[in-house]
């Protein structure tokens, strides 16, 4: 994977990408919005923002900035934000999730949903996250992870090759994604059908009193 590919990729699905694929991913991208709420006034970064079918979940009372590598697909973001008049969100910035143009410690929570496997470095996309938000603050990914059904990795496996056509990594395993002292996993839940995709919850900060990651086998209806 690389920027072109991707780029190519979600210019062709832009028209179609809330048809397709919002049912599908619509839970888990509720579960990130429903923590991402819990608390006013924050100010939310998320990465990948697409065709900005998360803006109208969160709470009035929250700024919110999107970004996302492909103009096609922030061009129906914001379409969204002007029909439903959303003045909660910011901005809609076209950028590299791997370089984000933000100062340090700019956000209080930062968000991406269905990112992970599809950028070409995830430990960059993670240290960027990272960087660009407050210490204490809480980092949300929401992903698709590699199958433990030895059937079901298999067929990943045998889908790596076709990464750049369908726009993802689909065997990328959970612990590719780092988990660090000082940036550790505080829960990691299942979304969407038959827990296929997970929410991965972290602290941006030492865990406290050396809580243990949660996970939870449950996702939403």
């Known amino acids: 994977m690389d ?8 210019r062709r699905y832009a028209g179609h990408y809330d048809m397709v694929f919002g049912p599908v991913f619509h839970p888990g991208r509720r ?27 969160y709470r009035k009372d929250i700024q919110v900035t999107g970004i996302d590598i492909s103009p096609e697909m922030l061009a129906k973001a914001r379409e969204k934000v002007a029909e ?6 910011e901005a809609l910035l076209e950028m ?7 100062e340090d410690n700019s956000f209080d929570v930062v968000v991406a949903m269905y990112v992970a496997s599809v950028v070409p470095n995830p430990d960059r996309l993670m240290a960027e996250m990272r960087r660009v938000c407050v210490p204490d603050g809480e980092i949300l990914i929401i992903n698709h992870f590699a199958s ?16 750049k056509m369908l726009g993802f990594h689909p065997d990328m395993a959970l612990d590719a994604l780092p988990d660090e002292p000082d940036c550790p996993r505080v829960g990691v839940h299942r979304a969407n059908i038959f827990g ?10 030492p865990a406290a009193n050396g809580a243990d990651v949660v996970d939870s086998q449950v996702g939403p209806d």
């Open 3 to 10: 920027l072109a590919a991707i780029r190519r990729t979600y």
């Open 31 to 57: 579960m990130a919005v429903e923590t991402a709420n819990q608390r006013p006034g924050r100010r939310i970064l998320e990465v990948g923002v697409g065709t900005g079918l998360s803006l109208p979940l």
């Open 84 to 89: 439903q008049q959303l003045e909660n969100v």
């Open 96 to 102: 590299d999730a791997e370089a984000l143009e933000f």
């Open 148 to 163: 433990e059904n030895p059937v079901l990795r298999g067929l990943e496996r045998t889908l790596k090759p076709l990464s």
């Open 196 to 205: 296929y995709w997970k929410l991965v919850h972290y602290r941006n900060g």
